[in-house]
């Protein structure tokens, strides 16, 4: 990646968990001065489903300094060149009653679940979603991937998904599964497509989009599949590096 002149008519766009760290780890060194390579090439941005406190554990507490926008819960939380863009609420948008609804309907169906572990903070309430874990997201590593492993097998955030689309429809939600311990619930329309309402008044000529889980039902599929975006699909953070390289050289 060659060459000082910036085209600020490009930006890449990238997915945390998975795409630039390892699921819910920080960014390593490598990564981490790669992305300082690829600003001086062209404009760089992260979108990721977890709040702006999970997003600084992983990428740095400087991560607005280092990248030019941070997207947190998918852009509700919005971030440029180092400064607060602009925050949404998801109470507001919903109301206290199918908030209330909803909780209590995940509360009863989680106490029917049986696991290998159960430990704490089983709904997470953030500005612009509300992040369910079966398992709990107090749950150390070992215990987080031993739930990712009963869960490839035995599709317990599937079947938990499918209960509250059937409960909850024609009331105006949507449900993603990303990472490996939880899923993300948010008002239909504030998936991570919404980071690029926000992104439209930058005018960007080409935005590319870099995410692993891009099939449907995972948090990256919309946006992969929007016709703002180019998407790339990856499988770890080496080969979003490896792509990068390639249409950067």
Not at 7 to 24: E, K, N, Q
Not at 67 to 90: M, T, W
Not at 111 to 134: D, H, Q, Y
Not at 147 to 166: C, G, P, S, T, Y
Request: one cysteine or more; charged letters at 30%; glycine letters at 8%.
């Amino acid at each position: 990646m060659a060459g000082s002149s910036v085209d600020t008519t490009t930006l890449c766009l990238f997915d945390v968990d998975g795409t630039l760290t390892a699921a819910r780890q920080r960014v390593t060194p490598e990564m981490d001065a790669f992305l300082q390579r690829l600003r001086q090439k062209v404009k760089v941005g992260v979108v990721g489903g977890s709040d702006f406190e999970k997003i600084k554990e992983q990428l740095g507490a400087d991560v607005v300094e280092k990248v030019d926008y941070v997207f947190a819960e998918n852009g509700l939380v919005a971030y440029k060149a180092g400064k607060l863009l602009s925050v949404q609420s998801i109470q507001a948008h919903l109301g206290e009653e199918l908030l209330q609804d909803f909780i209590n309907f995940c509360l009863n169906y989680m106490a029917k679940i049986k696991l290998p572990k159960k430990r704490g903070t089983f709904i997470e309430f953030r500005n612009g979603m509300l992040n369910v874990s079966p398992v709990g997201r107090s749950c150390s590593q070992e215990e987080r991937m031993e739930f990712f492993e009963l869960d490839k097998k035995e599709h317990i955030r599937d079947k938990f998904v499918a209960a509250l689309r059937n409960e909850f429809v024609g009331r105006g939600l949507a449900f993603s599964i990303g990472g490996q311990i939880s899923f993300d619930v948010f008002p239909e329309g504030w998936d991570k497509r919404y980071c690029l309402g926000i992104l439209e008044k930058d005018a960007y000529e080409k935005i590319h989009f870099f995410g692993d889980k891009t099939m449907p039902g995972g948090n990256d599929y919309e946006i992969y599949m929007d016709p703002r975006t180019t998407g790339h699909e990856v499988s770890c953070p080496e080969d979003t590096q490896r792509i990068c390289e390639e249409l950067f050289q």
